[in-house]
Protein backbone atom coordinates (compact mmCIF):
# COMPACT_ATOMS: atom_id res chain seq x y z
CA UNK A 1 0.00 0.00 0.00
CA UNK A 2 1.43 3.48 -0.69
CA UNK A 3 0.22 6.93 0.67
CA UNK A 4 0.28 9.69 -1.57
CA UNK A 5 0.16 13.55 -1.01
CA UNK A 6 0.50 16.26 -3.76
CA UNK A 7 1.67 19.75 -3.27
CA UNK A 8 2.74 22.79 -5.38
CA UNK A 9 -0.41 23.76 -6.09
CA UNK A 10 -2.21 27.71 -6.08
CA UNK A 11 -2.49 30.29 -8.11
CA UNK A 12 -0.72 31.42 -11.55
CA UNK A 13 -1.21 33.75 -14.11
CA UNK A 14 -2.20 33.03 -17.68
CA UNK A 15 1.67 31.85 -19.50
CA UNK A 16 3.25 31.50 -15.55
CA UNK A 17 4.28 27.71 -14.49
CA UNK A 18 4.29 25.56 -11.35
CA UNK A 19 5.55 22.78 -10.43
CA UNK A 20 3.30 19.62 -8.74
CA UNK A 21 5.12 16.89 -6.45
CA UNK A 22 3.43 13.67 -5.24
CA UNK A 23 5.50 12.19 -2.00
CA UNK A 24 4.84 8.57 -1.44
CA UNK A 25 4.93 6.69 1.86
CA UNK A 26 4.88 3.35 2.11
CA UNK A 27 6.39 1.96 -0.86
CA UNK A 28 8.44 3.40 -3.40
CA UNK A 29 6.78 5.02 -6.59
CA UNK A 30 9.16 3.48 -8.66
CA UNK A 31 7.27 -0.24 -7.66
CA UNK A 32 3.93 1.39 -9.22
CA UNK A 33 2.49 2.86 -12.68
CA UNK A 34 2.62 6.74 -11.27
CA UNK A 35 -0.11 9.43 -13.20
CA UNK A 36 -0.95 12.92 -13.09
CA UNK A 37 -5.12 13.48 -13.51
CA UNK A 38 -6.79 16.53 -13.56
CA UNK A 39 -10.73 17.22 -12.56
CA UNK A 40 -12.00 20.71 -14.00
CA UNK A 41 -14.95 21.79 -12.23
CA UNK A 42 -18.15 20.10 -14.29
CA UNK A 43 -15.84 17.47 -16.21
CA UNK A 44 -14.60 14.36 -15.76
CA UNK A 45 -11.27 13.27 -14.38
CA UNK A 46 -8.50 13.12 -17.10
CA UNK A 47 -5.46 11.31 -17.38
CA UNK A 48 -2.67 14.20 -18.07
CA UNK A 49 0.75 12.05 -17.96
CA UNK A 50 1.64 8.61 -17.08
CA UNK A 51 5.40 7.17 -15.99
CA UNK A 52 5.34 3.68 -16.19
CA UNK A 53 7.88 1.28 -13.92
CA UNK A 54 10.43 1.09 -16.59
CA UNK A 55 10.41 4.47 -16.79
CA UNK A 56 8.14 5.04 -20.22
CA UNK A 57 6.21 8.55 -20.60
CA UNK A 58 2.74 9.39 -22.19
CA UNK A 59 1.36 12.56 -22.15
CA UNK A 60 -2.35 13.56 -23.24
CA UNK A 61 -1.61 14.84 -27.02
CA UNK A 62 -3.17 18.68 -25.88
CA UNK A 63 -0.44 18.83 -23.17
CA UNK A 64 2.52 17.88 -25.24
CA UNK A 65 5.73 20.32 -24.91
CA UNK A 66 4.10 22.09 -21.85
CA UNK A 67 4.05 19.33 -18.98
CA UNK A 68 6.63 17.16 -17.86
CA UNK A 69 6.81 14.41 -15.57
CA UNK A 70 9.43 12.67 -13.70
CA UNK A 71 10.12 10.72 -11.03
CA UNK A 72 13.47 11.57 -8.57
CA UNK A 73 15.87 9.07 -8.33
CA UNK A 74 15.10 8.27 -4.54
CA UNK A 75 11.76 6.97 -6.40
CA UNK A 76 9.55 8.48 -3.30
CA UNK A 77 8.18 11.79 -5.62
CA UNK A 78 6.50 12.21 -8.52
CA UNK A 79 6.83 16.05 -10.64
CA UNK A 80 4.78 17.57 -12.78
CA UNK A 81 6.36 20.45 -14.43
CA UNK A 82 3.44 22.75 -15.26
CA UNK A 83 4.68 25.44 -18.13
CA UNK A 84 2.62 28.25 -20.74
CA UNK A 85 -0.18 27.72 -18.31
CA UNK A 86 -3.62 28.12 -20.10
CA UNK A 87 -6.99 28.95 -17.95
CA UNK A 88 -8.16 25.97 -19.04
CA UNK A 89 -5.24 24.31 -17.38
CA UNK A 90 -7.29 25.25 -14.46
CA UNK A 91 -8.57 22.26 -12.38
CA UNK A 92 -7.63 19.69 -9.02
CA UNK A 93 -4.35 17.69 -9.76
CA UNK A 94 -4.46 14.27 -8.30
CA UNK A 95 -1.32 11.89 -8.38
CA UNK A 96 -2.10 8.38 -8.65
CA UNK A 97 -0.30 5.11 -7.99
CA UNK A 98 -1.57 1.71 -10.00
CA UNK A 99 -0.88 -1.80 -10.32
CA UNK A 100 -0.70 -0.98 -14.51
CA UNK A 101 -0.91 1.56 -17.20
CA UNK A 102 -4.94 1.01 -16.78
CA UNK A 103 -4.77 2.95 -13.04
CA UNK A 104 -7.55 0.20 -12.66
CA UNK A 105 -8.26 1.25 -8.85
CA UNK A 106 -5.21 3.12 -8.01
CA UNK A 107 -4.45 4.54 -4.96
CA UNK A 108 -5.15 8.22 -5.03
CA UNK A 109 -3.73 11.52 -3.21
CA UNK A 110 -6.09 14.40 -2.20
CA UNK A 111 -5.44 16.51 -4.88
CA UNK A 112 -3.94 19.93 -5.79
CA UNK A 113 -5.73 22.99 -6.78
CA UNK A 114 -4.52 24.59 -9.57
CA UNK A 115 -5.98 27.97 -10.45
CA UNK A 116 -4.64 29.75 -13.49
CA UNK A 117 -5.94 34.01 -14.04
CA UNK A 118 -5.95 35.16 -17.37
Known amino acids: QVQLVESGGGPVQSGGSLRLSCAAS????????MGWFRQAPGKERELVAR???????YYADSLKGRFTISRDNAKTTVYLQMNSLKSEDTAVYYC????????????WGPGTQVTVSS
Open 96 to 107: AAGATLTFVRPY
Open 26 to 33: GRAVSTYA
Open 51 to 57: ISRSGGI
